[in-house]
C-alpha cells in the first residue's frame, strides 16, 4: 500500500493537469436523459432526483444500464462507489462497447474480492482482446465516489481515475494493430463472474451488494452512420490536440500510479506472449 505521501505526490500531479475538466455537462443529469435499463428493473433504485443510481445483485439477478444511442468518439465519465463486505467473484463495470457485431470495448472492471477491488482494464479491437492491465487502488474505492473517465478519439484512448491517467492505448493502425472505430455504447453492470474469483464461490450471506453511478450526462459524438467520420471533427473539444498525447505533467502521473499500483500488463506476460505485441512499445 502506499504511503499518505505518495498518494499527496498523486493528487498534486492531477491537480497540475492543464487539461479542461469537462465535469458539468455529466453533473445534475437524470438517468433518463441519456440510458435505460438493460436488465434487473427491480434491482435498481433511484436517489436525488434520478441523478444517482444504485444497482444491486442479489441470488436472483443482477442489473445494468446503457446508454440510448451509440457514440463514434468522447469522453465518457461516470462516478462510481463499489459494494463493500466480502466482495468475492462480483464484478461491476463501466465501460463502451460497439453496437455492431463487430466487436470493439474499452472497459473498466472492478473485480471484487474479500479485501480489497482490483481494478481491470481491456481494450478489445475488431474482435480482439486479451490486453489485460490491472490495477491495485491507493484509496478505498467503497467509502464514497471516485470519477472513471474513458477519452477515445482517433489518436488515442487514455483511462482516468479522478483525473489520473493510468492507461494509454494508441492508434497505431499504421503497425497493423487494430483501433476501435465503430459505435460504440455506454453501459454499467453488476453481476457474479466465474472468471474474477479464481473459482472462489460468491459469499452470499453478505448479499445484497450495491453499486451506486452518478453523472449521467454524456461527452461524445452520436453516430448517425456505422463510419462516423463527422465524430473526429476537431470542434469537438475532446478531439482537440491537447488531446492527442499526455502531457508532461499527465505523464509525471501516469508512470507514477502505474510503477506503484501496476499489478498484471499483459504486455510482460511472456508465458503467454513469447513474443511482445507490438502495440506496447508504443502505448509507454
Known sequence: ???????????????????V????????????????????SDHIQYFEGHTEVQLTLDQTSGSGFGSKGGYGSGFFQMRIKLPDKDTTRILATFYIISVTS?????DFEFLGGNESFILHTN????????????????????????????????HQIVLFVDEIPIRVFKNITYSGVGYPTQPMRVEG?????DWASNGKPVNWSSAPFRANYQWFGIDGCQAQTLNPQQCHSPDLFWNGQKFWDLDANQRKAYENVRNKF????YCLDRARYPNVPPECQLNG
Open 123 to 154: 481494450v478489445f479491437t475488431n474482435g480482439v482482446g486479451g490486453r489485460e492491465q490491472q490495477f491495485s487502488f491507493w484509496f478505498d474505492p467503497t467509502a464514497d465516489f471516485h470519477t472513471y473517465k474513458i477519452l477515445w478519439n482517433d
Open 189 to 193: 453492470t453488476i453481476w457474479s463472474a
Open 102 to 106: 463487430i466487436h470493439d470495448e474499452i
Open 21 to 40: 475538466v469537462h465535469a458539468n455537462a455529466a453533473w445534475g443529469v437524470p438517468f433518463e436523459q441519456n440510458y435505460l435499463v438493460e436488465y434487473g
Open 1 to 19: 500500500m502506499s504511503s499518505p505521501m505518495d498518494y499527496c505526490l498523486m493528487v498534486f500531479f492531477a491537480v497540475l493537469l492543464v487539461f
Open 262 to 265: 501496476l499489478m498484471y500488463d
